[in-house]
């Protein structure tokens, strides 16, 4: 801006006296600046996956993404993830994200990896499950950081075989961000953000049980001794 009359110095041009300037507009609006959010994704679901598996674990890894800030943190309040392939809603038993600083080795799902939400309802009919009610806050010890997405998926054991399934991020409209510092919504920029579909497999659970009587007579024959369901 111009902050005054007395930071110009004017002089007409034949009478060479000093002029006194009239300041209509002296300054520009004031726009805050804003940092930005890129998120990358990279396949890690298996090839198969099998029915029976999940369950009573934190599930399989289908895909993970760098959410990557500079110029300022971010707070991520919502995401919406979108299930691809041809299965449905009854043969997801459970999906989750979690969250985890990358590193060389860390780029799987392990026991220091932190749960941001899990979403147990339906999806809607489109095949999204939308996670609210959390504050993911991406912060570093400067003005750049970056941070792991875990999607996880539980197949429910009522699955059907040879039906596909995948994840993603459809779209920069799927996350909510606000910078941390202006406080300005942000539009994130997608760079990938599918995993690839693994088809569904059946399994078998084999369970013997022990039918060997305590005294055996000498010469029986068809003495059952254990069995298998």
Same mark, same amino acid.
């Given at each position: 801006?111009?902050? /005054? ?36 994704? &990279? ?15 934190? /599930? ?26 041809? &299965?449905? &809603? ?31 309802? &339906? ?49 920069? /409209? ?33 369970? /013997? ?21």
């Amino acid at each position: 801006m111009i902050n /005054g009359t007395g930071n110009v110095t004017s002089r007409t041009s034949v009478s060479n006296q000093l002029l006194t300037e009239t300041l209509v507009t002296t300054s520009t609006s004031i726009n805050a600046t804003l940092g930005n959010l890129t998120i990358t994704g &990279a396949n890690s679901a298996p090839s198969l996956i099998f029915i029976n598996t999940n369950g009573t674990n934190n /599930g399989t890894q289908f895909v993970r993404f760098n959410f990557s800030t500079r110029g300022e943190g971010a707070n991520i309040t919502t995401i919406t993830i979108l299930r691809t392939g041809t &299965a449905t &809603a009854a043969d997801i038993l459970e999906l989750a994200i979690y969250n985890a600083t990358p590193t060389v080795t860390n780029t799987t799902w392990n026991e220091s990896t932190q749960l941001i939400a899990k979403n147990t309802s &339906a999806p809607d009919s489109l095949g999204r499950y939308t996670f609210t009610n959390f504050q993911w806050n991406i912060t570093g010890s400067g003005d750049s950081t970056d941070q792991w997405l875990f999607v996880m998926a539980n197949i429910s054991r009522s699955a059907t075989a040879g039906r596909t399934i995948g994840f993603m991020i459809n779209n920069t /409209g799927n996350v909510t961000t606000t910078s941390r510092v202006s406080g300005q919504s942000i539009t994130e920029a997608l760079v990938t953000g599918a995993s690839n579909n693994a088809t569904i497999v059946g399994n078998i659970t084999i369970t /013997g049980t022990s039918s060997v009587p305590s005294a055996i007579t000498a010469g029986a024959t068809n003495v059952s001794v254990i069995t298998f369901n």
